[in-house]
């Protein structure tokens, strides 16, 4: 990594934390309330971006790119607000309320499958930084976020996986980063709590340039020949859930920064 842009990434990032109060790995990072923005949004406005996420949360925007500028507040507002914490909060409450009703044969087959980003794991101080998904996606930026193996879990989730784990399910972890990510990623997950999975599932090199909807579909179909049962899946994105050998059950995470297809 270049010196320079280490530096400055460093720097962009340190900014970004001096406007939010992380506590604990299992603590949902939030602006703090004397830093919020004296920004209100136009009844409009509010009104125009309430109806977008929900667009973008039921898939039926389908593919986009950005957050569009006139929701940049909202999007803000809403991801360190009490909202999204309550929202993912009732995706956790389903997920367990369904796990409860499953029949745990004890085999060791019966499997919940997890994403990572943005499911298990938060990314909001690096899109603090980067506009709450304003701006276009920058690759090399991002990996160099991951890299420091700092990203928080989301207290939701730690709290649904670990009652998963303790009524007898298979934790399988299935992700869109690379395999050349797993050290930093498996350090990361320790970091924020996650212990006892059976299996870390990143992109191969056979895996490159699928579309994640392929690549997830793909390996779950491989979990299947291998006899696991896939009860649940838990994922911030449609194409973490869609697809051929879906779970029998899917719970959709709020995520209105950005769109994996």
């Not at 980063?177 to 299996?199: C, F, M, P």
Request: hydrophobic fraction near 40%; aromatic fraction near 12%.
């Amino acid at each position: 990594m270049d010196p320079g842009r280490l530096l400055l990434f460093s720097l962009s990032l340190s900014l970004s934390l001096a406007l939010v109060s992380p506590a604990f790995s299992d603590s949902l990072i939030r602006i703090t309330p004397d830093r919020l923005s004296s920004f209100k949004l136009s009844r409009g406005d509010a009104l125009y971006c309430e109806s977008w996420r929900f667009t973008v949360e039921t898939n039926d925007a389908g593919f986009w790119r950005e957050v569009p500028d006139r929701c940049l507040q909202y999007v803000k507002d809403y991801m360190t607000g009490e909202r999204f914490r309550s929202d993912s909060e009732f995706v956790a409450d389903d997920s367990l309320a369904y796990a409860k009703t499953v029949q745990i044969a004890g085999d060791g087959k019966d499997v919940w499958v997890f994403d990572i980003d943005e499911t298990l794991l938060s990314n909001l101080p690096y899109y603090a930084v980067h506009g709450f998904g304003s701006e276009t996606f920058d690759e090399a930026t991002f990996d160099e976020w991951v890299n420091l193996a700092e990203a928080p879990a989301l207290p939701a989730s730690l709290r649904l996986y670990r009652e998963l784990e303790r009524l007898g399910f298979t934790i399988v972890l299935l992700t869109g980063r690379s395999e050349h990510q797993r050290k930093v990623t498996d350090k990361n997950l320790l970091y924020a709590g996650y212990i006892n999975w059976e299996r870390l599932i990143l992109r191969g090199p056979a895996d490159n340039g699928k579309p994640a909807i392929v690549y997830k579909s793909e390996k779950r179909t491989e979990l299947e020949d291998e006899g696991y049962r896939i009860h649940g899946s838990s994922g911030d994105q449609w194409s973490d859930l869609m697809g051929f050998a879906i779970a029998r059950r899917s719970f959709k995470l709020p995520n209105p920064m950005y769109f994996i297809a």
